[in-house]
């Protein structure tokens, strides 16, 4: 046998040895570990230590029974009770005076414009002289008749004469009414010349321009009668014959200003293309209240018995309403379903009980089960909240 290739066969033979090493130490290498996982797997593991921390000191209240009225909500507008248009009751004349602005308060018989008098004057001086020229012979033609009446039956006077006394007497008495009137007419047409105010109230717009020629019936004004204002509310005809006059009305002006009224009258029909009627609310006089706007507003009907809770103890989430319902020291998360609103409460139609206790405030923070810490609440005033 050649030399050289015995030394390859056992260079050969040993590198074999050691690949044979290497796997038997892997092999052993994986027995152990394997042996080593199921041994402690089993072992049964002690139980961790378990804390439970509160997430958040809260304070608790009370679902409660409350009176509350019936509500109707409505939307319309508010305008004056009567508006009254003040115009010119006699034409040709100018403008002479405007004495009132937009705005002002004016009392009945208060003398708002003034027209130019133009002949008018004159006519009346005039009528009144013809009058008492009718008076002087309204007098002569009745003295000369109750002389012929005294004659009457004697031969000194005849019939056809005394008939003819009498005819004078009655025309000239008739030129006497006739003379009254026509002083009474240009009396009238005088005082046209003065505009006054028919009644107290605001005035609310002037059309008139001092200097204009005016004609008869020509609008100069518009007065707010007894500056009063009305809110007319549009209801549905269904719900008409829930309201009565005499009921409280709350209107809704800006965000915070609330104006209080009462109906004074219910629409008698229904309009036959919007299906609803109008409802008539006298409202309390105030400086936010003008005529034009629109405005919302609640008709407060009979009183019943509602189950409510504060505003800030319901949590809106994913569209649907919840209250956290407290449980020893923790929370679960009841949904419910929301009413009316009145202030800063609000009705529970379903989902809890009377007097059932519930986290009052910062129900943003909890979820279902969290623990919780009750914070101290003095008995006045967690009763004067549940009540």
Not at 21 to 46: G, H, K, N, Q, Y
Not at 60 to 69: L, N
Not at 288 to 317: I, M, N, S, W
């Amino acid at each position: 046998m050649y030399p050289c290739h015995a030394s390859f066969i056992d260079q050969w033979a040993l590198v074999m040895r050691w690949r044979l090493v290497f796997i038997f130490t892997v092999v052993l290498f994986i027995a152990c570990a394997a042996l080593f996982i199921t041994l402690r797997s089993s072992i049964p593991s002690a139980p961790l230590p378990t804390t439970t921390t509160p997430v958040l000191t809260v304070r608790h209240t009370f679902a409660s029974i409350q009176q509350w009225p019936e509500i109707l909500h409505a939307v319309g507008s508010i305008a004056a009770w009567q508006e009254v248009i003040i115009g010119a009751e006699i034409g040709g004349k100018r403008l002479s005076r405007l004495l009132v602005n937009v705005g002002d308060r004016v009392e009945k018989g208060q003398l708002l414009a003034q027209l130019s008098t133009g002949t008018l004057e004159a006519d009346l001086m005039a009528s009144r002289a013809v009058l008492q020229e009718a008076e002087v012979d309204a007098a002569q033609a009745r003295r000369a008749a109750d002389r012929a009446r005294m004659l009457q039956g004697t031969e000194a006077l005849s019939e056809q004469s005394l008939d003819q006394a009498l005819a004078v007497a009655d025309t000239a008495h008739a030129r006497l009414v006739a003379a009254r009137a026509r002083v009474q007419a240009d009396l009238l047409r005088l005082t046209y010349t003065e505009v006054r105010a028919p009644d107290e109230g605001l005035i609310s717009s002037i059309s008139a321009v001092e200097g204009a020629l005016l004609q008869t019936g020509e609008e100069l004004m518009r007065l707010q009668r007894q500056s009063r204002l009305e809110w007319r509310a549009e209801l549905p005809g269904s719900e008409l014959v829930q309201v009565v006059p005499g009921q409280v009305v709350h209107l809704a002006l800006g965000d915070s200003q609330i104006v209080e009224g009462r109906v004074r009258r219910v629409s008698p029909q229904v309009d036959p293309h919007t299906r609803t009627g109008i409802v008539y609310v006298d409202l309390e006089s105030s400086a936010q209240v003008r005529a034009g706007l629109f405005a919302r507003g609640e008709l407060l009907l009979a009183e019943h018995r509602v189950l409510t809770l504060p505003e800030t103890a319901v949590l809106l989430r994913d569209g649907f309403s919840y209250v956290f319902v407290l449980d020893g020291n923790q929370v679960r998360q009841q949904k419910v379903r929301v009413g009316a609103r009145r202030g800063d409460r609000v009705e529970i139609r379903e989902g809890i009980e009377n007097e059932t206790p519930v986290v009052e405030s910062g129900v943003g923070f909890l979820s279902d089960g969290v623990t919780i810490r009750l914070a101290a609440v003095d008995q006045k005033t967690l009763s004067q909240t549940s009540h």
